[in-house]
């Protein structure tokens, strides 16, 4: 299983970012996918989640209104589109296989700051 995130950077606040993560080395289209978020010293916590064929969707309270996660199965790609970003959406977002053994990502850094 290989999860590789991109799209994450500096962005102002206010300001919009779509993350990307290109899956690869397992059936994508059979499980169900999320983005956590982690900021140091704090626990990971899951940002939005969507199940295999894009039927089931759930969100962070926080985010619920500004994020959209969405699948793309042809392409075994997964997305974060954020917008109206906050200081307090700052942390590194991670890919997640969700399953009894989940499986991550490496990680982009979100940075909101003016």
């Known amino acids: 299983v290989q999860l590789a995130e991109s799209g994450g950077g500096l962005v102002q606040p206010g300001g919009s970012l779509r993350l990307s993560c290109e899956a690869s080395?397992?059936?994508?289209?059979?499980?169900?996918m999320g983005w956590y978020r982690q900021v140091p010293g704090k626990e990971r916590e899951s940002v939005a989640e969507?199940?295999?064929?894009?039927?089931?969707?759930k969100y962070l309270d926080s985010v619920k209104g500004r994020f959209t996660i969405s699948r793309d199965n042809a392409k075994n790609t997964m997305y974060l589109q954020m917008n109206m970003l906050k200081p307090e959406d700052t942390a590194v977002y991670y890919c997640?296989?969700?399953?009894?053994?989940?499986?991550w990502g490496n990680g982009t850094l979100v940075t909101v700051s003016s």
């Open positions: 080395g397992f059936s994508f289209s059979s499980w169900p």
């Open positions: 969507i199940s295999n064929l894009s039927g089931r969707i």
């Open positions: 997640v296989r969700l399953g009894n053994t989940m499986y």
